[in-house]
């Protein structure tokens, strides 16, 4: 915001500005580093791509300002609007490991629920298709028709979809009930 609008940072206020940043950064990537590992791999996952997003956005703020002066133009709006925006991110995460592996197995299983979803009624309109009159012949000129490979292999599938749903939701229910939520290593963070 300094160089959005007169009077523009002289050029020193505008070197104490960026040593400030960069400070801010360093601090910002140590934080991350010091978080430790047993805290979990998903938080750290999660949060190291944060640090990385938010670096990224001040470098590409950095290059603008660089490359199109102090003027204040609309790329360099924008890319300020883009840094707000990544490190008002960091506030939405998640402040621990054990709520981020249930919304990644949340993900999961509502993908797995929709592929059930998908193969069951693969499998009903094969059937259906299959009982009608015109079916054989339909079967013929359609790209969808089942060979019978495809119809051996469906029951095997079907099984394994299902058993990948039941086995989400006991591995979600123990984590629920057992998992471990400490965010005494995010505080660090300021959270």
Not at 10 to 19: C, D, G, H, K
Not at 60 to 82: E, F, I, V, Y
Not at 114 to 140: C, F, K, N, Q, Y
């Amino acid at each position: 915001m300094a160089f959005s609008k007169p009077p523009l940072p002289t050029p020193q206020e505008s070197q104490i500005l960026v040593a400030v940043i960069e400070q801010c950064m360093l601090a910002m990537v140590s934080l991350f580093y010091g978080l430790p590992e047993t805290r979990g791999k998903l938080l750290q996952k999660t949060l190291r791509q944060a640090v990385i997003n938010i670096v990224e956005a001040m470098q590409q703020l950095a290059t603008d300002l660089r490359l199109q002066g102090p003027q204040g133009s609309k790329k360099q709006l924008q890319s300020t609007g883009n840094v707000w925006e990544t490190c008002d991110s960091v506030l939405q995460l998640s402040r621990d490991n054990k709520s981020l592996v249930l919304l990644e197995l949340s993900s999961v299983a509502a993908m797995v629920k929709d592929a059930l979803g998908e193969i069951e009624e693969a499998l009903r309109t094969d059937t259906e298709s299959r009982w009608s009159e015109l079916g054989d012949v339909l079967d013929e000129f359609s790209d969808d028709a089942w060979t019978e490979v495809d119809r051996e292999l469906i029951a095997p599938c079907l099984g394994l979809v299902k058993t990948a749903k039941a086995c989400l939701k006991k591995v979600s229910a123990a984590i629920q009930t057992n998992g471990m939520q400490n965010v005494d290593g995010i505080k660090l963070l300021g959270w």
